[in-house]
């Protein structure tokens, strides 16, 4: 059986940067995914270009959607934006309470993810499918487990319709927060979000700014291959192919790949899957 798919994008910065993005998205477009997805930066940043990627995917004849983050949002400034995705034939958002720019103090109508999501369904109704982030081995910022599982539950009735993992490297953590999650009585589908190995300086980076736990076999792993890029490459084939493979036994509904604007490590993942 094979999974739905997504892959996540993020805007680029230059023509160049545009034109190889459409090369990766047709490469991935093979693999049909249910949609794709445009990220958001930091405090609403990348906000023309999210909607300019999200309009060429859709254009491109695959379903968008939208990251969409509330920090230093107002009521109207959000009414307007789902207005304009609304108009462009947008039917799914990604909403989170998105990461603050430097040096920016709480700001905005907006605390929480939750705030938002319910904000959008008051306004919107059911014209979209709300997707939320939800973190298997608990959120940095959060006061204990309890309150990451609780803030979790926050979203999902305040009317998120599914949610995306941040990417993990231990199985065992997805499935135990799925049984958290279920044992509060929510069914709600959680798509564990996966992060290709191409690089340990990169993925060391990402993780220690994201909180994703790098397990210390893998670490050590990476560490010993030094600047050998093709052993990082085909270890992390390996390491990240037998999560989806465990992942997709152990019921997982659906994967979604953070491709870092890159098609080979994801489809190469795939491959070995099929």
């Known amino acids: 059986m094979r999974l ?19 090369a990766v998205r047709q490469q991935l477009y093979a693999r049909k995914p ?38 230093g949002a107002t009521r109207a400034t959000v009414c307007e934006q789902l207005a304009e995705l609304k108009a462009m034939g947008v039917k799914r958002l990604v909403a989170l309470r998105g990461d603050l720019p430097s040096g920016y ?24 499918h709300i997707e939320v982030a939800c973190y298997p081995e608990i959120h940095p910022q959060a006061r204990s487990p309890e309150a990451d599982l609780q ?43 996966i992060m290709p190995i191409t690089s340990s300086t990169q993925l060391m980076r990402f993780s220690d700014a994201c909180g ?5 076999w893998i670490r050590l792993r990476l560490q010993s291959f030094g600047d050998d890029t093709a052993s990082i490459k085909a270890f992390g084939l390996d390491v990240v192919t037998d999560l989806c493979a465990r992942l997709q036994e152990g019921g997982a509904p659906a994967l979604h790949f953070y491709t870092m604007n890159q098609s080979a490590a994801t489809l190469a993942v795939l491959e070995r899957l099929d």
């Open 4 to 22: 739905p798919l997504s892959f996540e994008f993020f805007p680029t910065k230059t023509p160049e940067g545009a034109v190889k993005l459409r």
């Open 34 to 71: 249910q949609f794709c997805s445009v990220t958001y930066g930091a405090g609403g940043s990348t906000h023309q270009g999210t909607f300019g990627a999200v309009q060429e995917i859709l254009s491109e004849g695959v379903d968008a959607a939208s990251h969409f983050s509330c920090i």
């Open 105 to 128: 103090g709480i700001g905005g109508e907006f605390q929480y993810a939750s705030d938002l999501v319910g904000f959008i369904r008051e306004e919107t109704g059911r014209d979209f």
């Open 151 to 193: 803030a979790f539950a926050a979203k999902v009735k305040a009317g998120a319709d599914s949610a995306i993992t941040q990417y993990f490297f231990s199985p065992e953590a997805y499935f135990r927060f799925v049984d958290d999650v279920r044992k509060l009585g929510l069914d709600t589908p959680i798509v564990p979000g």
């Open 212 to 216: 994703a736990e790098i397990p210390r």
